[in-house]
């Protein structure tokens, strides 16, 4: 397995890990009056578990297991790694501004859901560029 590959999956199964205990510390402050949570945990939590695991797992598995890219195609490894500089940071930051909204609520155009925006921004550049960058590699260096 490359080790782009283990970085992304390895990656994943951290933020797996964050969202699973963001998830019980929401359960358990519904359920045991154990804490408090607002309506941007859930935000937080099935973002970090979508974008964070869900997602990273499969671009960690493409990386791995599509074809080598054909012959002077526009695939770069190192683009790819470019991807999980600017996605890993980007959803940390989403996890965090959305507690912080939970615990500080703004209005739109105030700095958090700004940020919010601005971060999620990174995310869908990151996301697309890591899909233009992988095309090559899903036609297969026999096309």
Request: one cysteine or more; glycine letters at 6%; aromatic letters at 12%.
């Amino acid at each position: 397995m490359p080790r782009i590959s283990r970085v992304y999956l390895k990656t994943a199964l951290a933020f797996l890990l964050l969202g699973v205990f963001t998830g019980l510390h929401i359960s358990s402050a519904k359920h045991l009056a154990a804490g408090s949570t607002h309506p941007p945990y859930v935000v937080a939590h099935t973002h970090i578990l979508m974008i964070g695991f869900f997602l990273m797992s499969a671009m960690g598995v493409a990386l791995w297991k599509l074809p080598d890219a054909p012959a002077n195609s526009r695939y770069r490894v190192g683009l790819a790694w470019a991807v999980y500089a600017m996605l890993v940071p980007s959803s940390i930051a989403r996890f965090l501004l959305e507690i912080w909204l939970g615990y500080y609520p703004a209005a739109h155009g105030e700095p958090i859901p700004s940020a919010i925006f601005g971060v999620s921004c990174v995310q869908v550049l990151a996301l697309t560029l890591f899909v233009w960058n992988l095309w090559p590699r899903i036609r297969g260096a026999q096309d």
